[in-house]
């Protein structure tokens, strides 16, 4: 899915007040603390609670064999002035259950409430329809994550309906709101807005 730029850790997203760039070993205490609170895990369908070091670990590898592969662009989010301090993670990967590649995101607790995924999504969504010929984005929300689901309307998805999803994580199905974004209007929110990215580092 996705081209070489992005397949080696050097590759970087830079936004306003972000970078966006590949987990690493180091990143793994960090993720325990922040995606083990329970305010964030219980909305994602695949971080479990209580979340342990030998989970991330497994999850930080898995994530840059994707990457390497072009599989998948799995990017860790940190403050520009503090690029080592991870504080979130945002990525895009294969969904076979689903009409296109699906966005996923989470932001530690202390950091909500300033438009930080809002941003980091941006980008995001900038990198995938300007480096793979993809023409659609997917993702969904628990019906009760109404941050999230603002995040995705603001970044210019289009609300599909309600369905139930697999949340391995939570023990089940869970019902949610359906998302897409399609190339088409991407480059129409482009064209008006001008883009999210500030720079491109690879
Ligand atoms: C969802 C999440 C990623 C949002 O991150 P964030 O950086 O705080 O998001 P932003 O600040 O960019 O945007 C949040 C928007 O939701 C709004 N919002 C927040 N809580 C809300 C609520 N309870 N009801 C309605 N809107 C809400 C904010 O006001 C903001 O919209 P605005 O800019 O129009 O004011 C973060 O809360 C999180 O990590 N949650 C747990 C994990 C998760 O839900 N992941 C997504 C799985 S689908």
């Known amino acids: 899915m ?21 987990p690493c070993a180091a990143d793994a205490a960090a993720i325990v603390a922040l ?16 979340l342990d070091r030998t989970t991330v670990d497994g999850f930080i590898v898995k994530a840059r ?20 301090s991870l504080i979130g993670i945002v990525g895009i990967e ?3 259950g689903e009409a ?11 950091h909500w409430g300033n438009g930080l995924v809002t941003e980091a999504v941006a980008a995001m969504v900038e990198a995938y329809f300007a480096y793979t010929p993809g023409r659609v984005l997917t993702s969904a929300a628990r019906i009760e994550n109404a941050a999230s689901r ?14 139930l999803a697999p949340f391995p994580a939570r023990g089940g199905d869970l019902p949610v709101d359906r998302f897409r974004l ?12 001008g883009p999210d990215l500030v720079a491109v580092h690879a």
């Open 100 to 110: 296109g590649p699906h966005l996923g995101y989470w932001l530690g607790t202390p």
């Open 35 to 50: 995606a083990g609170d329970r305010a964030v895990s219980e909305m994602t369908a695949r971080i479990p609670h209580p």
């Open 94 to 96: 294969p969904d076979p």
């Open 182 to 193: 399609d190339r088409r209007a991407w480059e129409r929110r482009h064209e008006r807005q």
């Open 2 to 22: 996705f081209p070489d730029l992005t397949r080696d850790d050097v590759f970087r997203l830079e936004t306003r007040r972000l970078w966006l760039r590949w």
């Open 150 to 163: 603002r995040v995705l309307q603001k970044c210019g998805f289009a609300h599909t309906g309600a369905a």
């Open 65 to 84: 064999w994707s990457n390497t592969e072009g599989r998948s662009l799995v990017m860790g989010i940190a403050p520009r002035g503090k690029p080592q």
